[in-house]
């Protein structure tokens, strides 16, 4: 399907504001000022120096290390690690899907297909499916990797297909949530929103909830979808646009909504962090956080990686804060992923770093690459999956009887 004049302007406005080409586009953006992350001065912003003399207070250790591929090339993907009946399934944004024992590494399976894969896996059953660059949809077996259907969306996949009961429900760049049949591959229902001007080149995963699939937009909207014609039972605006210009008035939903029993807990850019009533869409409370790294949360509190890589918790009832921890910032930062009674978050150099639950004390690190790690760590059975933009897949233990047990596949 070709776009409109107004829709390839909003495609190509995304990708050049995330690869920070967008002064190329300055004289078509009125308001835009110079943007100082672009300039030949030196960064106002530099990362902070990991503090090595910082004593290791508990183990983390490389249970296992290996590559899949050569990696995203610096480009902005959600290429994650699913786990599921007993298998690690992975992606290379170049078209290699592999499963790999959770345990150690080893390859159980590989297939090399032709297709750029952008965005997943998601695993139900004997299927798993995964987004392109170019908008395809593929679901393949999970048993050797053989393709089992093919869909063309209209637009670019950058969050992770959703397998709801018996749909693949997908957001893609130009937000719009198709319902996909999971058998196979027919358009079930399509819901298009219309999408601002300006915004960030991401889109949030959609997330099943008891009655329905909640979606953070651009714009800092946040609707709540009947599963059967994609009909919107609520919307809320998490985070109105505000300032003067259009760069001042994104306020997107890149980080993936967090559901914790009735109530979803959303950040936006340039925006809040809010908490919403799943029933209702009604905001219970909101408070002024910018974020699109994500966030994680369970009954007692929340987690968030701000826009300054400033790792925060949070009193989930009323969003107080409880702690802030400044010494990671603009490391480029994950969110963070909940291991056990710690934190783990992945920075810009392939370090995965452990912070206490507790108070927010930094309790010690581990490289695993040599590039960024682009993704929260998966948790499963107390061992976080991470998954670095050079390809390396490694899985990780923290605690202080944590053993050491490397195996490192080529």
């Not at 505000?242 to 306020?251: F, H, M, P, Q, V």
């Not at 990780?396 to 047990?405: H, K, P, V, W």
């Amino acid at each position: 399907m070709r776009l409109n004049q107004p829709q390839a302007m909003r495609r190509v406005i995304k990708f050049a504001l995330r690869l920070g080409l967008i002064v190329a586009f300055a004289g078509l953006l009125p308001g835009c000022a110079a943007l100082s992350w672009l300039s030949s001065e030196k960064d106002p912003n530099p990362p902070t120096a990991i503090d090595k003399k910082l004593p290791q207070q508990v183990s983390i250790n490389t249970l296992w290390k290996t590559r899949i591929g050569k990696g995203t090339n610096e480009r902005q993907l959600r290429l994650v690690p699913a786990v599921a009946g007993g298998r690690l399934y992975a992606a290379d944004p170049g078209g290699k899907i592999l499963a790999l024992s959770p345990t150690d590494g080893r390859r159980l399976w590989e297939r090399k297909t032709k297709f750029q894969f952008s965005g997943g896996p998601d695993v139900q059953g004997d299927t798993l499916v995964l987004g392109t660059t170019n908008g395809k949809l593929l679901a393949l077996s999970t048993s050797n990797g053989s393709q089992r259907w093919l869909t063309q969306l209209d637009s670019e996949i950058l969050s992770i297909p959703r397998i709801v009961d018996d749909l693949v429900v997908v957001h893609t760049i130009d937000d719009s949530v198709y319902a996909i049949n999971l058998n196979d591959g027919t358009e079930r229902w399509r819901f298009a929103y219309p999408a601002p001007v300006l915004t960030l080149h991401g889109s949030s995963t959609p997330v099943a909830v008891r009655d329905g699939i909640i979606v953070g937009f651009s714009g800092g909207k946040l609707v709540l979808l009947e599963p059967e014609q994609g009909a919107p039972l609520w919307e809320t605006t998490v985070t109105p646009p505000r300032g003067r210009s259009e760069l001042d008035r994104i306020a997107d939903i890149d980080a993936d909504p967090v559901v914790v029993g009735d109530i979803a807990y959303v950040a936006t850019y340039n925006g809040d962090l809010a908490a919403v009533d799943i029933v209702t869409g009604g905001i219970l409370w909101r408070r002024e956080l910018s974020a699109h790294a994500g966030l994680s949360a369970d009954e007692t509190a929340l987690y968030v990686t701000d826009s300054a890589d400033n790792l925060w918790s949070a009193d989930p009832s009323d969003g107080a804060g409880r702690w802030r921890q400044e010494g990671l910032a603009h490391r480029r930062l994950t969110a963070p992923a909940l291991l056990g009674d710690h934190l783990a978050v992945g920075d810009l150099q392939g370090y995965v770093h452990v912070i206490s639950r507790q108070d927010g004390r930094l309790l010690g690190y581990e490289r695993v690459a040599k590039d960024r790690i682009g993704h929260r760590p998966v948790v499963v059975n107390g061992v976080a999956y991470v998954y670095a933009n050079d390809g390396t897949v490694s899985a990780l233990r923290a605690g202080a009887s944590a053993y050491r047990a490397v195996r490192v596949q080529n």
